[in-house]
């Protein structure tokens, strides 16, 4: 597959490049940012295997994981941080960090994801999960058009101590790209 480019009417998804350190840092090593997430901040180095990993999973065959760059249209600057993880039976998993300053862009985000998984890879089914606490993901992910499945109980560890997880899905066939997104299409 050719490299990832899709824009939207306000963000686009690209490869993540080495230059992308710094603004990833922001978000990942930052305690308010990550405080939502699966994780404990992140250090540079952390950072730095990140950018790495992802940068080698855009060169493997077959592709299964997508960690993408988020960005705002005509701009390089990473402002989020995006994967979609393959799976078997034509589905994957995503999820997605945000700058702070820009969390209002999750359902665009999650839209951009969709459109990666149903209408360039053919996916049948995309899934994310999410805290228990976390009601603006759990909006976020509804606005979208995921519906919530259920509870994957002691799911992750952090801080200190097991978490359960919501997950949320959308199947192929209840996928309708909203306006700005219709025929969205890998740019090169």
């Known amino acids: 597959m050719d490299p990832v480019h899709l824009s939207g009417s306000r963000l686009a998804l690209r490869e993540v490049e080495s230059d992308?350190?710094?603004a990833l840092l922001a978000i990942y090593g930052d305690p308010e940012a990550t405080r939502p997430?699966?994780?404990?901040?992140r250090t540079v180095e952390q950072v730095q295997?990140?950018?790495d990993r992802?940068?080698?999973?855009?060169?493997?065959?077959p592709?299964?994981?997508?960690?993408?760059?988020?960005?705002?249209?005509g701009d390089q600057r990473l402002i989020g941080y995006a994967w979609l993880a393959t799976e078997p039976q034509q589905a994957a998993t995503i999820g997605f960090a945000?700058?702070?300053?820009?969390?209002?862009?999750?359902?665009?985000?999650?839209?951009?994801?969709?459109?990666l998984g149903f209408d360039i890879l053919g996916l049948h089914?995309?899934?994310?999960?999410?805290?228990?606490?976390?009601?603006?993901?759990?909006?976020?992910?509804?606005?979208?058009?995921?519906?919530e499945d259920g509870r994957i109980r002691d799911h992750v560890f952090v801080r200190g101590a097991w978490r359960d997880s919501i997950t949320h899905s959308i199947?192929?066939?209840?996928?309708?790209?909203?306006?700005?997104?219709g025929g969205v299409a890998n740019e090169r």
């Open 20 to 22: 992308d350190q710094s």
């Open 37 to 41: 997430l699966s994780f404990e901040p």
């Open 49 to 51: 295997t990140i950018i």
């Open 54 to 61: 992802s940068i080698a999973s855009a060169a493997e065959t």
């Open 63 to 73: 592709r299964t994981e997508y960690c993408l760059a988020i960005t705002h249209p």
């Open 98 to 115: 945000l700058h702070p300053a820009e969390r209002e862009r999750g359902v665009e985000t999650v839209h951009l994801l969709c459109a």
């Open 125 to 147: 089914r995309i899934w994310a999960a999410r805290s228990p606490l976390n009601e603006a993901s759990a909006r976020t992910l509804l606005r979208a058009g995921m519906t």
């Open 171 to 181: 199947l192929e066939r209840a996928w309708e790209p909203p306006d700005g997104l």
